[in-house]
């Protein structure tokens, strides 16, 4: 299994621009979210997906978009960069299964992507 | 909203030395919290969970307890080696979704030969 892969690895971007960070898991995970973190700082929760279809926003959702067309990829989308969403952005993906009727809820990082805006 | 504060920023110890890293959170108590190792340039990558129901998590040489009355999580690394070197995360997560969790800011380990 390659786990959890992010597309690109860097990205500089003006302001004003648009794009598209890539995200793909291939361990069939219901859950998927979107994470930044600024330097010194811990992961803030953007928008995440419980399953293909919902999407529901997170902590700092303002500026992105997501959507959740198949279990295996969670596109985010910059409507519009601003410097402010300088940072670097992880992509997670957890299930939670019954084991001897305990749940286990783990979430699975991909490697990020660093993103500049200028 | 959940506020979630962790002991310091760095963390200094020796090579062989316990080392303790905190976990403190504020308002409703979470279903359970889990601890992350971070390294430069990487995503983190899952350690340990544990419920609020239980106590004390092990694993080989990691030991994570909870206090929900005092609303704070230990983490602690036995036996500590140069390699252990890192950033330990906390999240705690409030059970309704998996992939919802609210993250500290870390403790950045080093330890010393």
């Known amino acids: 299994n390659a786990g959890v892969t992010q597309t690109p690895k860097f990205q500089v971007l003006k302001t004003g621009q648009s794009m598209t960070l890539q995200c793909a898991q291939d361990?069939?995970?219901?859950?998927m979210s979107w994470y930044r973190q600024d330097p010194g700082m811990g992961l803030r929760l953007i928008h995440y997906?419980?399953?293909?279809?919902?999407?529901d926003q997170g902590e700092v959702p303002n500026g992105y978009n997501v959507s959740r067309s198949t279990t295996e990829d969670f596109p985010l989308r910059l409507l519009s960069a601003a410097p402010s969403q300088t940072s670097v952005y992880f992509c997670?993906?957890?299930?939670?299964?019954?084991?001897?009727?305990?749940?286990?809820?783990?979430?699975?990082f991909g490697p990020g992507t660093r993103l500049t805006v200028l | 909203s959940q506020k979630i504060e962790q002991n310091s920023e760095a963390l200094n110890i020796q090579e062989g030395k316990t080392a303790t890293l905190t976990c403190n959170y504020t308002?409703?108590?979470?279903?359970?919290l889990q601890w992350y190792r971070q390294d430069p340039g990487r995503g983190p990558v899952f350690l340990l969970l544990?419920?609020?129901?239980?106590k004390e998590k092990r694993k080989e040489r990691l030991k994570v307890t909870f206090d929900t009355t005092l609303k704070q999580s230990l983490f602690h690394i036995t036996a500590s080696q140069p390699a252990d070197s890192a950033t330990y995360l906390c999240a705690l997560d409030i059970g309704t979704n998996a992939g919802k969790s609210t993250f500290g800011d870390g403790t950045t380990l080093t330890v010393k030969p």
């Open positions: 544990i419920r609020e129901n239980e």
């Open positions: 997670a993906s957890s299930y939670s299964v019954d084991s001897g009727g305990a749940s286990t809820d783990t979430q699975y």
């Open positions: 361990m069939n995970h219901e859950y």
């Open positions: 308002n409703y108590s979470p279903a359970y």
């Open positions: 997906s419980v399953g293909a279809g919902i999407t």
